[in-house]
């Protein structure tokens, strides 16, 4: 099943799009290390990392379905 989810606001899509920039650079937002950035930056990106890992999760438990499926029908096939 699919939550509903809701449409993303300034702030929201300001800090995605800072995460994707961040992950595609290999950088932090501010200088310094993890311990020097702000901590809701840093809470909002660990939300994104899981979402992100909840879908990666979902989209492969689904394909592995769906292979699963296609096995049975292909087996089956062959006893008809």
């Known amino acids: 099943m699919c939550e509903e989810m809701p449409h993303p606001g ?3 899509t300001r800090i995605m799009n800072l995460f994707q920039r961040c992950r595609e650079r290999r950088a ?3 200088a310094g290390g993890v311990l020097d950035q702000p901590e809701d ?3 909002a990106f660990d939300v994104i990392d899981d979402a992100i890992a909840r879908h990666k ?4 438990e689904s394909g ?3 292979a699963g499926l ?3 029908r292909e087996a089956l096939r062959g006893r008809c």
């Open 10 to 12: 300034p702030w929201e």
């Open 28 to 30: 932090l937002p501010c």
């Open 57 to 60: 999760k979902r989209s492969e």
């Open 70 to 72: 296609k096995r049975a």
């Open 41 to 43: 930056i840093m809470q």
């Open 64 to 66: 592995e379905r769906e």
